[in-house]
């Protein structure tokens, strides 16, 4: 099957978003298929620069994190990045080439700024939703562009695994939703080896502004950490949080160890690295994804999974869909998390098993994504 893959590694300009898409890429390679990375910014790209710390709307720095990323990793002729003005990587003609011969294209979090003629000859259009409720919440919303660019996708796949749900208030706008799994590609996410001492956590304060539907708020991280600010006081095991906008001092006030997130997900090597020599994770997802019981679980999570590293992450309905007996646990307070914390740390190696188990069994590309191309081509 030949696979046109839509993500954003040049727009993010950091190594976390980029596994996300390479999970997909090195996953569906590996079943065989023939994939070609597409990144379209539409009319310009307007993109941050990390290593000069602004914003730029040239195409060199993105273009070249992209090949930074992809090309380790074997993906040398078959990347794209493009604006209305121009394109780096691959010749455009043989993109166009692949569009006319491609069984399907697939969207990864956001739609194409502009649909081009070319994005139609695909036989078919998938889009993947990866931050459940808000999208639908946007859709409901009256957000056109991103309405437009779902609707022309036949088939439209959610992270969101308690989407329809009575106790979940997620609209069902720009659907039907399927169900589809964050996948890891085993063979880049080895069994780490277990001398770690943090709990840490990979964290964007606030990404996006908060959402409002049916009279009700839901917000980003900063509306749901604060509750869990005081967690180092009240065990006795070390927590490092690699993070992005929020002022350090008051992380190390609250006994949170800092790294800066922006130098901890500078590449996909420097990022790993810091996941495989993690203890555990620690998550606290955004505020909406607790508020709406969507069932969300984290890209970055089955990293850690695949890696041995037990997730220790405030429920989102996870046990409705996720019955783990180990390597997940769920906590909805403060004391909980605290007590959760003893209960890994008492049976280390039992969770670090129980982890890897959980990313071969559930969430490992070649279990995930084979599902997702049935249903995306069907």
Same mark, same amino acid.
């Given at each position: 099957?030949?696979?046109?893959?839509?993500?954003?590694?040049?727009?993010?300009?950091?190594?976390?978003?980029? /596994?996300?898409?390479?999970?997909?890429?090195?996953?569906?390679?590996?079943?065989?298929?023939? &994939?070609?990375?597409?990144?379209? #910014?539409?009319?310009?790209?307007?993109?941050?620069?990390?290593?000069?710390?602004?914003?730029?709307?040239?195409?060199?720095?993105?273009?070249?994190?992209?090949?930074? #990323?992809?090309?380790?990793?074997?993906?040398?002729?078959? /990347?794209?990045?493009?604006?209305?003005?121009?394109?780096?990587?691959?010749?455009?003609?043989?993109?166009?080439?692949? #569009?006319?011969?491609?069984?399907?294209?697939?969207?990864?979090?956001?739609?194409? /700024? &502009?649909?081009?003629?070319?994005?139609?000859?695909?036989?078919?259009?998938?889009?993947?939703?990866?931050?459940?409720?808000?999208?639908?919440?946007?859709?409901?919303?009256?957000?056109?562009?991103?309405?437009?660019?779902?609707?022309?996708?036949?088939?439209?796949?959610?992270?969101?695994?308690?989407?329809?749900?009575?106790?979940?208030?997620?609209?069902?706008?720009?659907?039907? /939703?399927?169900?589809?799994?964050?996948?890891?590609?085993?063979?880049?996410?080895?069994?780490?080896?277990?001398?770690a001492t943090y709990f840490?956590?990979?964290?964007?304060?606030?990404?996006?502004?908060?959402?409002?539907?049916?009279?009700?708020?839901?917000?980003?991280?900063?509306?749901?950490?604060?509750?869990?600010?005081?967690?180092?006081?009240?065990?006795?095991?070390?927590?490092?949080?690699?993070?992005?906008?929020?002022?350090?001092?008051?992380?190390?006030?609250?006994?949170w160890e800092v790294a800066?997130?922006?130098?901890?997900?500078?590449?996909?090597?420097?990022?790993?690295?810091?996941?495989?020599?993690?203890?555990?994770?620690?998550?606290?997802?955004?505020?909406?994804?607790?508020?709406?019981?969507?069932?969300?679980?984290?890209?970055?999570?089955?990293?850690?999974?695949?890696?041995?590293?037990?997730?220790?992450?405030?429920?989102?309905?996870?046990?409705?869909?996720?019955?783990?007996?180990?390597?997940? &646990?769920?906590?909805?307070?403060?004391?909980?998390?605290?007590?959760?914390?003893?209960?890994?740390?008492?049976?280390?190696?039992?969770?670090?098993?129980?982890?890897?188990?959980?990313?071969?069994?559930?969430?490992?590309?070649?279990?995930?994504?084979?599902?997702?191309?049935?249903?995306?081509?069907?």
């Amino acid at each position: 099957m030949k696979i046109l893959f839509a993500g954003t590694i040049g727009r993010s300009g950091l190594g976390g978003q980029a /596994w996300a898409s390479l999970q997909y890429l090195l996953g569906f390679r590996a079943l065989g298929h023939e &994939v070609f990375y597409l990144e379209d #910014c539409g009319i310009s790209s307007w993109v941050y620069n990390w290593e000069k710390e602004e914003w730029t709307t040239e195409l060199d720095y993105p273009a070249a994190h992209v090949r930074d #990323c992809l090309e380790p990793f074997g993906c040398r002729d078959n /990347w794209i990045y493009r604006t209305n003005d121009g394109s780096v990587g691959a010749p455009l003609d043989h993109l166009l080439e692949f #569009c006319a011969s491609a069984d399907v294209l697939i969207l990864r979090a956001v739609p194409l /700024w &502009v649909w081009r003629e070319e994005y139609d000859r695909p036989r078919r259009r998938a889009f993947i939703d990866v931050d459940p409720g808000f999208t639908q919440i946007s859709i409901a919303n009256g957000d056109a562009g991103l309405a437009q660019g779902v609707a022309r996708c036949e088939r439209r796949f959610t992270l969101g695994q308690r989407i329809g749900a009575p106790d979940c208030p997620v609209p069902m706008a720009g659907g039907p /939703w399927l169900k589809t799994l964050p996948p890891v590609f085993l063979g880049e996410w080895p069994f780490a080896k277990s001398d770690a001492t943090y709990f840490t956590s990979v964290m964007r304060w606030q990404g996006f502004r908060e959402a409002t539907y049916n009279g009700i708020s839901y917000g980003q991280r900063d509306k749901e950490f604060p509750s869990f600010m005081d967690l180092p006081g009240r065990t006795s095991q070390k927590f490092q949080i690699a993070q992005m906008g929020i002022d350090p001092a008051l992380l190390k006030s609250h006994g949170w160890e800092v790294a800066p997130g922006e130098i901890i997900s500078r590449t996909p090597a420097t990022y790993r690295d810091f996941i495989r020599n993690s203890r555990a994770e620690f998550s606290v997802p955004k505020n909406g994804y607790v508020k709406m019981r969507s069932g969300w679980f984290s890209d970055r999570s089955v990293c850690y999974l695949a890696s041995g590293r037990p997730v220790l992450i405030e429920d989102t309905g996870l046990s409705d869909w996720l019955p783990a007996r180990g390597g997940v &646990v769920t906590f909805r307070d403060v004391s909980e998390a605290a007590s959760c914390v003893d209960q890994i740390n008492t049976d280390y190696e039992h969770h670090r098993r129980a982890a890897r188990q959980l990313a071969e069994g559930t969430f490992a590309s070649d279990r995930v994504l084979p599902a997702l191309l049935e249903a995306a081509v069907s």
